[in-house]
T-cell receptor, first 112, second 115 residues
Framework: KNQVEQSPQSLIILEGKNCTLQ??????????LRWYKQDTGRGPVSLTI?????NTKSNGRYTATLDADTKQSSLHITASQLSDSASYIC???????????FGTGTRLLVSP | NAGVTQTPKFRILKIGQSMTLQCAQD?????MYWYRQDPGMGLKLIYY???????DKGEVPNGYNVSRSTTEDFPLRLELAAPSQTSVYFC??????????????FGEGSRLTVL
């Protein structure tokens, strides 16, 4: 069954610290993997898009990694800021753009 | 830049009522989507459209209808609202590209409660 599982469900870190969020997927065939940031009460906003041939992709303080062999991805946030408090959603694209499979997200709280 | 605009942001409906969620985008995107987001669940696709006059069902289309008369607008119609339709609804559009490429832009969401 095509699924995307994220861990942890929630996380609290101190401002300035780093953190890593995990995403495991069973979606097949796999096309690409996306990470989105969703602030409370807002729509998701794209952070990165990675194809199966890419191992790492950065967007400012956000770095996503992908291991297509083990079907695992991670999102690393460096030097966290209060504005990083949000849900982070992993999304895997099956063949055909209509078949996006969304994870349930990791809720991150950055505490001062 | 407006991007994807959804209205209303909040709405309370009584069981059996009908309503339309509006979605408009000003980026001239052909692909548009409606998703629902339930607590603790990933977004689920309700309907999508690949261009004006063309729509198709997603994973959870029951109880909903859509139309796409223009490139800009993609309204979602709820007929005979049920408590199971209580959710947050997101409209999205996609930048041009192949079927597997392109960036998704989401609206701010419409929170619907059916009592």
């Amino acid at each position: 069954k095509n699924q995307v599982e994220q861990s942890p469900q929630s996380l609290i870190i101190l401002e300035g610290k780093n953190c890593t969020l995990q995403c495991n997927y069973t979606v097949s065939p796999f096309s690409n993997l996306r990470w989105y940031k969703q602030d409370t009460g807002r729509g998701p906003v794209s952070l990165t898009i990675m194809t199966f041939s890419e191992n790492t992709k950065s967007n400012g303080r956000y770095t996503a990694t992908l291991d297509a062999d083990t079907k695992q991805s991670s999102l690393h946030i460096t030097a966290s800021q209060l504005s990083d408090s949000a849900s982070y959603i992993c999304v895997v694209l099956n063949t055909g753009f209509q078949k996006l499979v969304f994870g349930t997200g990791t809720r991150l709280l950055v505490s001062p | 830049n407006a991007g994807v605009t959804q209205t209303p942001k909040f709405r309370i409906l009584k069981i059996g009522q009908s309503m339309t969620l509006q979605c408009a985008q000003d980026m001239n995107h052909n692909y548009m989507y409606w998703y629902r987001q339930d607590p603790g669940m990933g977004l689920k696709l309700i309907y999508y459209s690949v261009g004006a006059g063309i729509t198709d069902k997603g994973e959870v289309p029951n109880g909903y209808n859509v139309s796409r008369s223009t490139t800009e607008d993609f309204p979602l119609r709820l007929e005979l609202a049920a408590p199971s339709q209580t959710s947050v609804y997101f409209c999205a559009s996609k930048t041009p590209g192949g079927a597997d490429t392109g960036e998704l832009f989401f609206g701010e969401g419409s929170r619907l409660t059916v009592l």
